[in-house]
């Protein structure tokens, strides 16, 4: 696995390899590659592209680009001395292309660079325009041992890493030149705790430099079985004398123990003396000094509150307590705080549920309906459920109600109480409503416009007829009469009965004068037997 990149200040502590100069002459054209806009991509330049440039990474992000595009890596001049500004460069110039391509979000570019340590790394931007810019510090992600420096671009101009030895730069006496976390400065190694002595020797904690040696100008105190340099003024292990421990919540300043600042900290007496509480958890001083919890009860702190006793909840299960008036209850069975605090029970009864909340238990068939019990299967104020008021849904119908009743919980409407509410509000019957018939909002159609026994049908006593489904449009016709559709529809007597019969009562038959020559289905009605053909039995009056 190769060298983790981390964020360092631009410094190296790290040796790169360090790279002879290279003499750039004109520009020179490395590769090109294709990147989706939808898929992004990743263009790396290998040492058989450009040894020189090798290492150099583009990677695109799905999205960034605005149109498919080909990018192109080239060689660009050298910097010139005044673009460069006193720092040194070792690897060429990338020019990228195309021209002005922009990302969002922006692409993440790596260059080679060559330094050895102590030197300053950055990165060198230069515009279309010959606008230069610098990029440093926080700005670069530099992987000393590879040789790699990281960074961010919103689009395409030319880049190349430079850098600069700072490490020597001149101090005067005492002063020696020291890296850092913060770059190369000037320190006094006599002096200086963190470079004592020389570079990079920090004193332990809470010890000075002195002469270019660590001293320990406070206490010295035994912790953790090694001796450490403290000052008993402000130390909570070792607070005014050595060993001396604060309490939780404790801090020490100056030689003396005392309560952290805080809302919710507070110096109360307890059995053992004044001591620090946390008011938000101290059962025995909760939201104040002396504020004690009962036995079933423990302080919390709801959010953006002080603290406050709560009842203790079950170890698993019912029963649900709660704090109603500062008293911890069974709110599962407790009829003057059933399911909540302060809801009373009138029947005198609270039961648990199946959801596992407390209800008031009414005798049946009577429903809790907020402090009263009612019947729900008669009573029009909470027919069916509480507070479903018939009169209200009937409200404009004849005289505001005096016709409503409830029955086995269903409104209903009229002075035979079998009417049905309808929207309007009208009182409908909808057994014979037309308007609504089965049901409200259901409007019988022509041609069967009428409604009997919650069914559409034909006017008196004529059938509907007919088939949509084999394109046949509804009809109504008299099935007792018509020799067309005879005690059923499309029964044609002529054709099931016998040439010259006709429907009677729904019957097909002859006239009662007239003789049916043959058998019923392929015969024919004549007028007297002499009508018949030879052979042909005869019947009598249609018989």
Partial sequence: MGPTMRWIPAVLFAAAG???????????????????????????????????????????????????????????????????????QDRPTADFGPSRTHFNPPATLTLPFAADAGSDVSVIEVEDDGTVSTLGGPELSIDA???????????????????????????????????????????????DANNCGGCIMPCPSGESCVGGDCQCLL??????????????ESDPQNCGSCGHVCPPREDCGPDQCFCQPSTTIAQCATDGGLACVDLQTDNANCGGCGRQCADNQHCEAPAGAAGVCVCDEPDAGPPVVDNCNGSC?????????????????????????????????????????????????????????????????????????????????NCYCGPTGLGHICPGPICSTLDNDPHNCGSCGHVCQAPAQECFNSTCTCPGLETLCGSPDAGILPYCIDTLQDGASCGACGNICTETYAVGSVCSFGLCSCLTSDYLCGVAGSGKCVSDDAGCDAGTDTLPDGG
């Fill in 219 to 232: 206490m010295t105190c035994m912790g953790d079985g090694e001796t450490v340099c403290t000052d008993l």
């Fill in 145 to 191: 041992l590879a040789g790699l420096v990281t960074f961010s671009v919103p689009g395409f101009t030319r880049y190349a890493a430079v850098h600069q030895r700072l490490v020597g730069v001149e101090c005067a006496a005492p002063f020696v030149p020291c890296d850092s976390d913060a770059g190369a400065s000037c320190v006094d190694p006599y002096s």
């Fill in 329 to 409: 209850v069974d709110t599962t069975t407790d009829p003057l705080n059933c399911g909540y605090c302060g809801n009373i029970c009138v029947s005198g009864g609270c039961i648990l549920n199946d959801a596992g909340a407390g209800v008031c238990n009414c005798p049946l068939p009577y429903t809790q309906c907020g402090s009263d019990c009612f019947d729900t299967y008669g009573d029009i104020r909470h027919c069916g459920s509480c507070d479903n008021d018939c009169s209200l849904a009937a409200q404009g119908i004849g005289d505001g109600g005096a016709e409503l009743t409830c029955n086995v919980g």
């Fill in 18 to 88: 360090a790279c002879n100069g290279t003499n750039f002459v004109g520009s020179k054209f490395i590769k090109t590659q294709a990147v989706s806009a939808a898929q992004g991509g990743t263009i790396i330049v290998l040492s058989s592209d450009d040894p020189a440039l090798a290492g150099l990474t583009i990677q695109i992000q799905p999205n960034a680009l605005a149109t498919d595009t080909s990018i192109t890596i080239a060689e660009a001049a050298p910097l010139s001395a005044s673009q460069l500004g006193g720092a040194t």
